[in-house]
């Protein structure tokens, strides 16, 4: 008897560890399906802030064109794409071009050499910006344009006139022609999480102008977008005959790359602190007559002349290869434009630096303009 206890107990228990065994695997149970997954809404788009738009500095005195940089203003939607943006900016290209009748973008030259011959004037900026094109629209106008700059920069007025040397702007400071920065600090000008929102001023052609701001206000908005393509914009140049900033402003020293040759596509470079006299040693240009500046027609983005580096900047007329790795010197110095911009331009219309053909050498700069022919 003594024996039939414990047997039994173990019985119940092998029992009992059985049922557990089946619990656990729920091997008989009769499947529950799971509950659904909780609806999750996906969250709102980040807000975006716009930036300022593109607009005349005198909007009174050609309020047709004011209108049309209205409706040709880019969005700034929440959450928009790249392909979204695109669009947007391809949209508006083509409204601009559209009411300005600019099916092909040269018309502007052409059309620009038409009225100052039959006003029987001169190619010259300061004589073609007092004109008005037949609907009273005048032809110079002041563009002002949103753009990044590093934490550092700070404004700095041109001056304008019809001169043979670019000192001369600089002494008499003929009349102000507009709005550029001065960033001296190569690690402030690389350090796009600490640049700011500001306003260039330039003057330019009022059948460019619309086409001009939407270059401009895309590459802006990129920077909204997408903080890592953030481009300082420190000087766009557009209609003029010589411009300089001052020459009294006193001396100034700012940083660049130098390379070992002038003509190779070598990145490795040496930063050199350069001091000049003054902000006119960096800041001049005199275009020759045949130039599309003279008559409003071009631009000129992140233009300087920084004597003293070799093939710093494409600022004197670039013979090396290393200007055609955009993005390669843009990330070493974060003034020369990307590839994207390049791109952008040519949406617009514009010929780019790739386009132009020399005998012999290929050659650089920031220059985007209608071509000639
Ligand atoms: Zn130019």
Known sequence: MKCIVPSC????????????????VGGCRPKVPPPPPPVVEAPPPAPVTPGPAPHLAQPSAAPKLAALLKEVALRY?????QEDRDRDFSEKIAHARQVLRLERIKAMRERSLDLINSNGGVISWEYFRRQKWPDGTPVGVTLNVPVWVPSRARPVPTYAALAEKWEEVAAAKPRPAGLVYFAGDLQDINDKSRYRTAMLAFEINSLHAPLAALLLEYIYREGVYEPAKRVPILVVRGGEDTYAAAADSGPVSVEGLSFADEIGGDLNATKVRLTYPSLADIH????????????????????????????????????????????????????NLPDWVFAAAKKVGYRIPQEWTYIGASKDWPHFDCGTK
């Not at 600022?315 to 200007?323: C, E, P, T, Y």
Request: aromatic share 6%; with cysteine; hydrophobic share 40%.
């Open 9 to 24: 107990l173990a019985i119940r228990l092998v029992c009992i560890l059985f049922g557990l065994l089946f619990l656990t």
């Open 77 to 81: 939607d929440p959450g928009m794409t």
């Open 284 to 335: 001049h240009g005199r275009h020759v007559k045949a130039s599309n500046h003279r008559l409003g027609c071009a631009l000129d983005i992140n233009d300087f002349n920084f004597k003293g580096l070799v093939d710093g900047m494409p600022n004197q007329v670039s013979a090396s290869l290393r200007h055609y790795n955009r993005d390669g010197m843009h990330q070493l110095d974060a003034r």
